[in-house]
Nanobody, 123 residues
Framework: QVQLVESGGELVQAGGSLRLSCGVS????????MGWFRQAPGKERVFVAA????????YYADSVKGRFTISRDNAKNTVYLLMNSLKREDTAVYYC????????????????WGQGTQVTVSS
């Protein structure tokens, strides 16, 4: 069983930046494709970004493309989400997700989830 723990969420002003982290334990991290999702109040959880096992491939939702960057450090068993130019509509609980992957591709469906970290963007 793999465990995912997010951190880094906080209150930030619009236009600001924030970096989320997700520490992974319990399995070989470099075998996992990883992703970030978010859930705004009263809405469904939606995809934000994904990264392949090696970090060589990434994929973003249109709403965050050009503002957010997903990355990973396989030596530290951690995946990151750097969020720049934050907007009020980025306010949500952000979830880290993972899935064991045979191939070095991005995926957007996952079977392991963290508990989430709250990001609030104020105007």
């Amino acid at each position: 069983q793999v465990q995912l723990v997010e951190s880094g969420g906080e209150l930030v002003q619009a236009g600001g930046s924030l970096r989320l982290s997700c520490g992974v334990s319990g399995r070989t991290f470099s075998n996992y494709a990883m992703g970030w999702f978010r859930q705004a109040p009263g809405k469904e959880r939606v995809f934000v970004a994904a990264i392949s096992r090696s970090g060589g491939s990434t994929y973003y939702a249109d709403s965050v493309k050009g503002r957010f960057t997903i990355s990973r450090d396989n030596a530290k068993n951690t995946v990151y989400l750097l969020m720049n130019s934050l907007k009020r509509e980025d306010t949500a609980v952000y979830y880290c997700a993972g899935r064991w992957s045979l191939e070095d591709y991005v995926v957007i469906d996952y079977d392991s989830w963290g508990q989430g970290t709250q990001v609030t963007v104020s105007s």
